[in-house]
């Protein structure tokens, strides 16, 4: 069975930074795109990065470039999005999602509160 | 940038009548290998999005039948042949072709009447 589980969200300063985590199994990791996708509180889906299987290719939507980071240990099935100088409106819920062209699999989101 | 228009962005319905949701793409979403990444995804109150409906018209492994997906080029429909209450949340759809970014629509809220 698939599973993506998120960790690492929670409560930040503006102008800090956090590192999210998502442990993926049931599959071969190492094979597939992946990518984060947030949900601002009651808004919709906003896809934010994504990372070749192999990490060589990386991918963000303009609003992140520079600030955040995607990276992929595949030897421990690990995702990670490195998110530095935040602000209000980084405060979502992000998404790990698998194979960023069909997002066939979702994780369960971890919340990241970005307030004074 | 592709951009996603859904509408209506609001569908009450009527339990075991049907519901249709458009989705409109401002280009093509045929890609160059035949394929048109067009997906759908239904998100349930407090729940994370779960595809539906990929490549246009593929329903997923435990999607029930009563969910179909159709269209081409820029044009997409998802319908609920007969809606449950278990429907009720919103539908996204999501475009895989042009990339990046991939883009979603604004989302349908699908409530009972």
């Known amino acids: 069975e698939v599973q993506l589980v998120e960790s690492g969200g929670g409560l930040v300063q503006p102008g800090g930074s956090l590192r999210l985590s998502c442990a993926a199994s049931g599959f071969t990791f190492s094979n597939y795109w992946m990518s984060w996708v947030r949900q601002a509180p009651g808004r919709g889906l906003e896809w934010v990065a994504n990372i070749k299987h192999d990490g060589s290719d990386k991918y963000y939507v303009d609003s992140v470039k520079g600030r955040f980071t995607i990276s992929r240990d595949n030897a421990k099935n690990l995702l990670f999005l490195q998110m530095n100088s935040l602000t209000a409106e980084d405060t979502a819920v992000y998404y790990c999602a698998r194979d960023p062209r069909v997002v066939d699999y979702w994780g369960q989101g971890t919340l990241v509160t970005v307030t004074s | 940038d592709v951009v996603m228009t859904q509408f209506p962005l609001s569908l009450p319905v009527t339990l075991g009548q049907p519901a249709s949701i458009s989705c409109r793409s401002s280009q093509s979403l045929v890609y160059t290998d035949g394929n048109t990444y067009l997906n759908w995804f239904q998100q349930r109150p407090g729940q994370s999005p779960r595809r539906l409906i990929y490549?246009?018209?593929n329903r997923d492994s435990g999607v029930p039948d009563r969910f179909s997906g159709s269209g081409s080029g820029t044009d997409f429909t998802l319908k609920i042949s007969r809606v449950e209450a278990e429907d009720v949340g919103i539908y996204y759809c999501?475009?895989?072709?042009?990339?990046?970014?991939?883009?979603f629509g604004p989302g349908t809220r699908v409530d009972i009447k």
């Open positions: 999501m475009q895989g072709t042009h990339w990046p970014p991939f883009s």
């Open positions: 490549k246009v018209s």
